[in-house]
Every structure is written in structure tokens, then in C-alpha cells.
């Protein structure tokens, strides 16, 4: 009986496998189909198609939108005399945020009824007046609502 002999094989060289084979056979046939200026081809479709897929990315007045509203120039939006905070963010090592009437607003920076926008840890300063987290307050009267309206909720004693 002679032992098997195991040879070593060349290093860097690959194994060929059945998956292998599949990719490959896969790539020639996608290679012949496109044929010669087939890719060509194939991105003038795409231009053509572009309307009906609409943009992968953002328009150019978009961009300008989505930056202005980076830097705090979002209050040209807000309109009305009533402002709701509806939410806030306060970071210890970054920006923090606060949102008015739906609008993401940085900390320190100013819209345009409402003058400087301060985050603090519970509230958010609004031209000087503090509001809390779901409660509006109307610049005209200096009126504050809550998003819970009074009565709404009814606490019973522990028996």
C-alpha cells in the first residue's frame, strides 16, 4: 500500500469552486448582453429614465434649504404669533436643540417673532421667557397653554 500524496499548493492561487464558477459564468453573460457600448447604452437609459425615478439626491434649493435651517435661519417659516415647543435636546459636549412649531431651532440662535432661542435643562428660553415641553405660549397676549388641557385628567385619592 503506497500513502496518499499530499501536494502543496502555490500560494495566492485561488480554489475554483462551483460559486465560483456560477459569478463568472454570471458576469460573461451579463458582459455579452451589454455587447459593445452596451453600458453606454444602457446610462443613456437612465438619463432618459431620470424623470419618471425622480433624483437620488437632494436639489440644489433643497440643499440651500436644509442649510439654512442648519444654521438657525429656519424662522422665516414661522408665521404665527402662538409658539409651541415640541421638543428639546440638551447635549453637555455639543449643540443642543430645541424644536418650535415643528421646526429644529440650535441652541442660541434666533428666530424671527421670537428673538434668541436658549435650551435649558427642562425648558427652552424664548425671548427671555422659559417653556416648557408641550406648552405654547402666545407672543400678542403672553397667554400659556398647555398640551394638556385643564381638568383633562383627574387624580383619585389612594383608598
Keep these: 500500500m503506497h ?6 499548493r502555490k500560494p495566492g492561487l ?17 458582459a455579452a448582453a451589454l ?12 438619463d432618459l429614465a431620470d424623470d419618471a425615478l425622480g433624483t437620488l439626491f437632494y436639489s440644489a434649493a433643497e440643499r440651500s434649504a436644509i442649510a439654512q435651517a442648519r444654521q438657525g435661519e429656519a424662522g422665516a417659516a414661522l408665521l404665527s404669533t402662538r409658539m409651541t415647543v415640541n ?6 459636549g455639543g449643540n443642543s436643540t430645541a424644536w418650535v ?6 441652541d442660541g440662535h434666533t428666530l424671527r417673532q421670537v428673538g434668541k432661542v436658549s435650551v435649558q435643562r427642562h425648558s427652552v428660553g424664548l425671548d427671555g421667557k422659559s417653556v416648557r415641553v408641550g406648552e405654547s405660549l402666545d407672543l400678542s397676549t403672553q397667554g400659556r397653554t398647555d ?4 381638568g383633562a385628567v383627574t387624580v383619585r385619592d389612594k383608598k
Design 3 to 8: 500513502a496518499p500524496r499530499f501536494t502543496r
Design 14 to 30: 485561488a480554489r475554483w469552486t462551483p460559486q465560483r464558477a456560477t459569478v463568472c459564468a454570471s458576469l460573461l453573460l451579463i
Design 35 to 46: 455587447g459593445p457600448g452596451g453600458a453606454v447604452a444602457s446610462a443613456q437609459n437612465v
Design 87 to 92: 421638543g428639546l435636546v440638551k447635549r453637555t
Design 101 to 106: 412649531n415643528g421646526q429644529a431651532v440650535v
Design 147 to 150: 398640551i394638556v388641557a385643564p
